[in-house]
C-alpha cells in the first residue's frame, strides 16, 4: 500500500522495530538498570508508564515516516545505500544533538551512550526495514 510514495508497511514494520529495541535496550538484561542510575530514578521513582509509552510510539512514528521521507526523495532502494545513511544520521545527526544536549545539562556520559546509541542503532535498524520492505 503505497501513499505520497511512501510505503507503510515498512513505515509501520520500522515503528515496531524502534519499539522494539527500546524495550529491549531499557531492560535490566542491556542497559535499564544503568539508564535509572544515570537518571537518578528507581522504578519505583519512574511513576507511570503509559504517558511516555505513548510518546514514544509516537517518536518512533515520526522517526520511521522521515527516515522514509528522506529515502523516497533521494531514491534509497538498495540496502548498502539504505545502512550508509542509517549510519551517517546516527553519527552526524543524532548523536551530535545528544551529545550538546548532554554537555548543557551535565547529564554524564553513561547516559549519553546508553541514550544516543539507542536512537543511532534504532535509525540504523529502520532504515534497513525502510528498504526491505519497500
Do not use: H
Not at 42 to 57: A, C, D, K, N, W
Not at 78 to 86: E, F, N, P
Not at 97 to 119: E, M, T, V
Amino acid at each position: 500500500m503505497e501513499v505520497l510514495e511512501l510505503n507503510l508497511l515498512g513505515v509501520i514494520v520500522a515503528t515496531v522495530i524502534g519499539m522494539a529495541l527500546g524495550a529491549l535496550w531499557y531492560s535490566p538484561l542491556l542497559f535499564g538498570n544503568q539508564w535509572m542510575q544515570s537518571i537518578n530514578k528507581t522504578p519505583e521513582t519512574l511513576g507511570s508508564p503509559t504517558g511516555p509509552m505513548i510518546g514514544s510510539v509516537i517518536a518512533s512514528l515520526l522517526t520511521a515516516l522521515g527516515v522514509a521521507l528522506l529515502f523516497s526523495f533521494v531514491g534509497v532502494d538498495d540496502l548498502s545505500t539504505g545502512i550508509k545513511i542509517g549510519l551517517i544520521l546516527g553519527l552526524f545527526i543524532i548523536f551530535p544533538a545528544l551529545l550538546s544536549d548532554n554537555l548543557f545539562c551535565g547529564w554524564g556520559s553513561p547516559l549519553l551512550l546508553i541514550q544516543s546509541g539507542y536512537r543511532a542503532l534504532s535509525v540504523l535498524l529502520m532504515s534497513m526495514a525502510l528498504v526491505l520492505f519497500n
